[in-house]
T-cell receptor, first 112, second 114 residues
Framework: RKEVEQDPGPFNVPEGATVAFNCTYSNSASQSFFWYRQDCRKEPKLLMSVYSSGNEDGRFTAQLNRASQYISLLIRDSKLSDSATYLCVVNPMNTGFQKLVFGTGTRLLVSP | NAGVTQTPKFQVLKTGQSMTLQCAQDMNHNSMYWYRQDPGMGLRLIYYSASEGTTDKGEVPNGYNVSRLNKREFSLRLESAAPSQTSVYFC?????????????FGPGTRLTVT
């Protein structure tokens, strides 16, 4: 089983739609969680951290479910500019140092 | 601020050739990382440097060496390139190795080994 698993998609949605991605992780001792965004042929960039209480940043909401070991990302009112690959990232922290484990990404395509 | 810079952007090597990928950051970060990204695999950590003067192996270190030249620079060397090392290589840095610190990535180097 992969440490971090995501549905690769693509998710094709119209502008204005709400879309949700899930990600599961295998290490129950994982300490911190992130969503990164990667545009085609570009570097990953942090979208948001995921906290136990859940967090929201504008149109984006991230949730963590430790009992079921999954993380979710909800995007409301999708924009064309949201088209990208979304990487679920987990930090096991079992060595005391941040060594991130990346999922393979979920591709989102927002159409007019 | 330029953030994290990488050179070269593209490189084609023949099997057995060597090369060094350069990475520099201007954010005064303590920790630096080298990843490779392959289709269907996600980013995988090759080596990291928790602080100046230290380096450690990541998930896929075989065939690579690194040097943390100073606080700003972290280079990755391929001594004898193999086709399996065809990949996109990203350098990243973070303020420290603590659990909440964001990693900032460079633009990547696309390497093809024939």
């Amino acid at each position: 089983r992969k440490e971090v698993e995501q549905d690769p998609g693509p998710f094709n949605v119209p502008e204005g739609a709400t879309v949700a991605f899930n990600c599961t992780y295998s290490n129950s001792a994982s300490q911190s969680f992130f969503w990164y965004r990667q545009d085609c042929r570009k570097e990953p960039k942090l979208l948001m951290s995921v906290y136990s209480s859940g967090n929201e940043d504008g149109r984006f909401t991230a949730q963590l479910n430790r009992a079921s070991q999954y993380i979710s990302l909800l995007i409301r009112d999708s924009k064309l500019s949201d088209s990208a690959t979304y990487l679920c990232v987990v930090n096991p922290m079992n060595t005391g140092f941040q060594k991130l484990v990346f999922g393979t990404g979920t591709r989102l395509l927002v159409s007019p | 601020n330029a953030g994290v810079t990488q050179t070269p952007k593209f490189q084609v090597l023949k099997t057995g050739q060597s090369m060094t990928l350069q990475c520099a950051q201007d954010m005064n970060h303590n920790s630096m990382y080298w990843y490779r990204q392959d289709p269907g695999m996600g980013l995988r950590l090759i080596y990291y440097s928790a602080s100046e003067g230290t380096t450690d192996k990541g998930e896929v270190p075989n065939g690579y060496n690194v040097s943390r030249l100073n606080k700003r620079e972290f280079s990755l060397r391929l001594e004898s390139a193999a086709p399996s090392q065809t990949s996109v290589y990203f350098c990243a840095s973070s303020e420290s190795g603590g659990p909440t610190y964001e990693q900032y990535f460079g633009p990547g180097t696309r390497l093809t080994v024939t």
